[in-house]
């Protein structure tokens, strides 16, 4: 059994959630005079891979110290929506069973391609990533619910579409693009769409009901697109923590891993050395052009 790592790189040039604390890093001694290396760090939760604890949107929920891990480890679909959904599109419950079986009590992992947007990219846009990547709608949390999935996973900003979250009134220049594609494509308005009974759904509405998410995945996702995986998240035994940073890993079968690193040798590489599809960027490029046209 080996392990692929779906954790994207953590430094002072990772964005946090639009608005939280990013990271920053001091030292507080060295190795001279100190005779040590230390350092202090602060940070918010929500920044780099991170899990949302159900105590982020529901007060009597659990916090991340009372997460056990057959719940954080799990057997997993992890689906590949890139072909589906561009930017500010909306992907639903049938876009992901086309593509790959997801089973009751499942981990979901989505990969919206939206990660290539991501700080560690060559096609790094940080606007991209946290505003304009796709979201599911009401079905799609149905359909989870219905489903009794463990937690869901997205390689973006966040698990909510961002003209369903307070960013619609931060960008307000996004927020326009968006309304035009709406009308183009739904036949109304975004504010009609995503109306206020659906504000942050994926959060408000899913939590209550223990099904959190984990937000910024990356690292080597590409290579495991439409299959099933064990998938592991191990954030810090936080006890009244709302979130937390962690790293999150794919187990995969010693041949399979073979397989998937002669794949890797053949792809290009971010700079901190994760493989990555270039074809999924290409096709987010074409369907939001589509979109818009």
């Given at each position: 059994m080996k392990l692929i790592d779906l954790t994207i790189p953590l430094g002072i040039g990772t964005p946090a959630w639009p608005t939280y604390e990013p990271l920053q890093v001091k030292y507080f001694k060295r190795l001279a005079p100190n005779g040590a290396n230390g350092q202090v760090l602060t940070h918010s939760n929500h920044l780099g891979t991170h899990l949302d604890g159900e105590i982020h949107f529901y007060t009597p929920g659990k916090d991340m110290a009372s997460l056990d891990m057959d719940y954080l480890v799990h057997d997993a679909a992890i689906v590949d929506l890139s072909d589906a959904c561009g930017d500010y599109d909306v992907y639903t419950?049938?876009?992901?069973?086309?593509?790959?079986?997801?089973?009751?009590?499942?981990?979901?992992v989505?990969?919206?391609?939206?990660?290539?947007?991501?700080?560690?990219?060559?096609?790094?846009?940080?606007?991209?990533?946290?505003v304009k990547h796709p979201g599911p709608d009401r079905e799609f949390a149905e359909w989870a619910k219905k489903k009794k999935l463990?937690?869901?996973?997205?390689?973006?900003?966040?698990?909510?579409?961002?003209?369903?979250?307070?960013?619609?009134?931060?960008?307000?220049?996004?927020?326009?693009?968006?309304?035009?594609?709406?009308?183009?494509?739904?036949?109304?308005?975004?504010?009609?769409?995503?109306?206020d009974d659906k504000y942050q759904l994926m959060h408000i509405e899913m939590f209550p009901y223990s099904i959190i998410h984990a937000e910024c995945f990356g690292g080597e996702i590409d290579l495991l697109l439409n299959k099933r995986f064990k998938v592991g998240f191990f954030p810090w035994r936080f006890v009244?923590?709302?979130?937390?940073?962690?790293?999150?890993?794919?187990?995969?079968?010693?041949?399979?891993?073979?397989?998937?690193?002669?794949?890797?040798?053949?792809?290009?590489?971010?700079?901190?050395?994760?493989?990555?599809?270039?074809?999924?960027?290409?096709?987010?490029?074409?369907?939001?052009?589509?979109?818009?046209?």
């Open positions: 419950s049938k876009m992901v069973e086309d593509r790959v079986e997801v089973k009751e009590g499942d981990i979901l989505i990969h919206t391609g939206y990660h290539h947007f991501g700080w560690d990219m060559p096609t790094a846009d940080e606007i991209r990533y946290m463990r937690w869901i996973a997205v390689d973006c900003g966040s698990a909510d579409h961002p003209m369903n979250t307070i960013i619609r009134q931060w960008m307000p220049r996004q927020a326009k693009q968006a309304d035009i594609m709406f009308h183009k494509k739904f036949g109304m308005s975004l504010e009609d769409y995503f109306c009244d923590g709302e979130a937390s940073i962690g790293r999150a890993v794919a187990f995969v079968e010693d041949a399979e891993y073979e397989e998937m690193m002669a794949k890797k040798a053949t792809m290009p590489k971010t700079r901190f050395g994760d493989a990555f599809d270039p074809t999924h960027v290409d096709r987010l490029n074409r369907l939001t052009e589509a979109n818009f046209r």
